[in-house]
């Protein structure tokens, strides 16, 4: 699994732990799990059905950021600036920065899927770093299974494949979390800059191969 930290500047209340990973992906579905350790006082957004929604991002969500292909990290051919992740709007599928320069054949064109407790969700594709964003096609709704069992809660995703880039990717799972007064976290397996940025490629740090030919 992958172990997500978060971001320095903004510490968790009670959450010790993050982890996330892809449990399995076939030809009608990709399905992912984020766990949370510490969850007593997480906030957990009631149960509200199977919708694409915005703004999943302004209270407890888990959220998947992929590209086709590998994109350079920094140090590789890329490089970034500006400020992210929060305060937020609407511009950008709620991660608001100055775009900053890009060089060395990165495009940061990426696509995003949020996904809440309350079963909304959301897909946006993006043309470059935070700039062309649309709302990506998915032939149906996600399916997103909160479990929560003492001071764990479990979250599984299942996406219709149809709905992913086509392998292979450079991805990385992230996840904003809200507990308890309003304290808001923001995780992921790479923190590359002094503000949380899940669009910052350094943050999609995993890859997953295409299949071997047969």
Known sequence: ???LIPHPAHPPLRVSAIAARVLSLDANWCVLRWKVEGAADLVVPPFAGRART????????????VVEKALPLKGEGWVGGGDAEVPRDRSDAGHPSPTPPLRGGASGA?????FSPSERWAAYDFNGYRTGMAERAVPRPPVITPRRGGDVLFCDVAIPAAALPPLPWRYGLTAVIEE???????????????????HDPACLSATLAAPDAA
């Open 1 to 3: 699994m992958l172990q």
């Open 54 to 65: 915005d703004g999943l991002w302004e209270t407890t969500c888990f959220e998947l950021f």
């Open 110 to 114: 990426c696509t995003e899927f949020n």
């Open 180 to 198: 308890a007064g309003g304290v808001k976290s923001f995780w992921a397996s790479v923190h590359a800059r002094d503000v949380p940025d899940f």
